[in-house]
């Protein structure tokens, strides 16, 4: 250390000891550099390939419940022989809840509240399917024990699997928050920044030292080195700033949206399920029209997850909601209609209305138009990530290589001047 403290008192020494600077800190931003770019990468894929879909799979689970529960109750309102329409929507919802189940399951680590949740469910959507079966069977002979199993079914899939569906999608979303700071690397890209400030300062420095100790203006390995530099340092920066703009905007405007319209999906499948609920069980207004009425003012409040300033966004993803918005509107007053038929002891003309063609019609509408709208952020998620990846590829690999070259030139440059001394 003495010897080293030393060099700086003469002037090879002092040489000698910016060499080892600029090369030190050459190699540190390259070092960082790949480090950042690596680490960046792989987190923006993990958001694109693990978490995002994750999310959307734990959506598509939920949903599949949600619509089971209401095409269930549907079938069962019809009486007898169930309509194969909806005995196929209910099975193909069932397959569609177990499908993305099982690709839930191997994106999930082994234990925490997602492996908990997916647990829960592998077992309840069994033991919830036996119970329609029962109550189908129940109902084909007229036997009114029907309406007991089926009501037992619903519960099971609204006080169980549900709410292990908005657990594990819940944990998703919590997955997919922390991957935009994964993906973001900030610390790393931070420490990149200051790495070539560093070095430009350094680069600066020494040439404003050798031009005032050797009398020449310029040395050009070190102005190529500094150029280079600079191209590196704005590069970098032009990354950093793409990448996390993308973010932002998979965020705000892809992932974020995405759980309000999936919310929104949900909940106004609820509602259908509790307007048949509530006639199959023969309960007038009960608990179920009671629930109803609970999701349909939470659906339709100012700045609710149905009526957002989704035109903000994107016009055609605002034109999808509005329409979505316009449609559910028109199948609660029609609801209203069959609760007026019902509550005048036409019960028969209620359940005809229901499930009648307009009814369901408007109801179909206003879920077409939410599954649109859940398509369209799903895409805009997707592109926002693929394009946050853009570039990163090249901080890895070329951030080294322009580091070691300013490396080289930076000895070259100060080595011209050290032989002058001997």
Known sequence: MRRIGGLRHTSPGRLQLLIAVLVALGLLSGLVAGVAGASARAGTDDLGDRAQPLLIEAEAIYSALADADTTAAQAFL?????????????????????????????????????ADAVRALSAGVATYAELVATARANNRQGKPVGASYLSEASRLNRETLQPQARALFDSAQAEVDDGYGRAGAAGWMALLLFSLLGLLIALALTQRYLSRRTHRTFNVPLLLATALTLVFTIGAISIMVSQQTRLDRAANQGSGPLASIAESRILALTA?????????????????????????????????????????????????????????????????????????????????????????????????FLDQALENRKAFFTDEIDAAGNGLGLLTVLGPLLALAVCVLAFAGLRARLEEYR
């Open 78 to 114: 019809a009486g007898g022989l169930e309509p194969a329409a909806l005995t196929r929507r209910y099975d193909a919802d069932l397959e569609r809840a177990t499908t993305a189940l099982t690709s839930a399951a191997r994106r999930t680590e082994e234990n925490g509240r997602a």
């Open 272 to 368: 259908r399920g509790d307007e048949a609920l509530t006639l199959a069980a023969r309960a007038g207004s009960g608990p179920y029209e009671e629930d109803f009425d609970k999701v349909v003012a939470r659906l339709t409040q100012e700045r609710g997850p149905m009526v957002n300033s989704y035109d903000q966004l994107d016009w055609q993803l605002g034109q999808q909601m509005n329409r979505a918005s316009q449609q559910f509107k028109a199948y609660v007053a029609a609801h209203k209609q069959v609760r007026t038929l019902d509550n005048s002891g036409q019960y028969d003309r209620a359940v005809d209305l229901a499930i009648g063609t307009a009814t369901t019609n408007q109801f179909e509408s206003a879920r077409q």
